[in-house]
């Protein structure tokens, strides 16, 4: 799955009327009964940083319309005893206690509430549904990558005025240290494993390009690598050498100028593989480094 979420569209057409939900408790739930299935009054289910509630009709106006006007409520619909819903029940509540009470996990069990499922049109589980200020703004079905997931309730919380920190994936440490070690096997197949779960993860792209640079250089020595260069400036394969050896030694500049001026003197297949060697040696910086934005300029004109 490439972005959890689904389209606002389902919001636009009706799906949700959210006023539906801010009448008085229905006629079963009778005066002095505590709701069953969870905590009353809006009570956390959980201590500490988390804020928690299990949502019932007689509670859903107070835990998730009303706490939704001073911060994002993510409303999570599943059942116990429904592998995917409770596997992914408890990434949800972990990822809220690293929220540090920044949002609201807002549960509500299927089988014990079938009309506030009906309200939200659930047709499968799990769902989890944002709320923001009182209405709906995304919402996605199944089970999502935890890296996904994590950029979601970012979106999530930008949308609700919140700004966060996002944790650190511990993931990218561990390719990091592989790589810093010269395991370049396990860094590789930690950053594509990242990678597969978010594709656009910047900090694991850069880890893979350096992971392919280290692998080229291996074994290469940088003095006579870059005098051959020099000897030979229409020489492809001595002059991407070159500009390996140049970006491990801080000199990504001078690497990206030499492989742009490759790129004019050349045409065809190795122009396009001169290219592409560069475009790699970008992603390792990033698109924000004033140096890689230069180079692109170059680039294009060169291209043009």
Partial sequence: ??????????????????????????????????????????????GGDTAIVDVTEATIQSDVLERSM??????????AGFPESDEFAPVLERLNAEGGGS????????????????????????????VVGGQPVDAFSGVVPEA?????????????????????????????DALMSGDL???????????ADAPADAAATAGLAQVGVARRVAGADPAIALAAAESAPDDVAAQLLAADIEVLSGLAEQAYSRLVGLVRRTAGEDRETVRQHLVSLFSIAGPDDPAV??????????LF
């Fill in 1 to 46: 799955m490439s972005d959890p979420r689904i389209t606002s569209s389902i919001f636009t057409r009706g799906a949700v009327d959210l006023s539906t939900l801010r009448g008085p408790a229905p006629a079963s739930s009778r005066p002095g009964t505590p709701p069953q299935g969870g905590p009353s009054n809006g009570a956390p289910a959980a």
């Fill in 70 to 79: 001073a911060m994002p409520v993510v409303v999570f619909f599943g059942a």
């Fill in 293 to 302: 934005a230069s180079a692109r300029r170059a680039l294009a004109s060169a």
């Fill in 185 to 195: 096997d396990a860094a590789e197949q930690a950053y594509r494993k990242i990678l």
């Fill in 148 to 176: 996904q997931l994590r950029q979601w309730l970012q979106a999530v919380l930008k949308a609700g005025g919140v700004t966060v920190a996002e944790p650190e994936d511990p993931r990218l440490d561990e390719a990091d």
């Fill in 103 to 130: 949002w609201v996990l807002a549960r509500v069990d299927v089988q014990e509430n079938p009309r506030i499922a009906q309200m939200f049109r659930v047709q499968g589980i799990p769902m989890v549904y944002a």
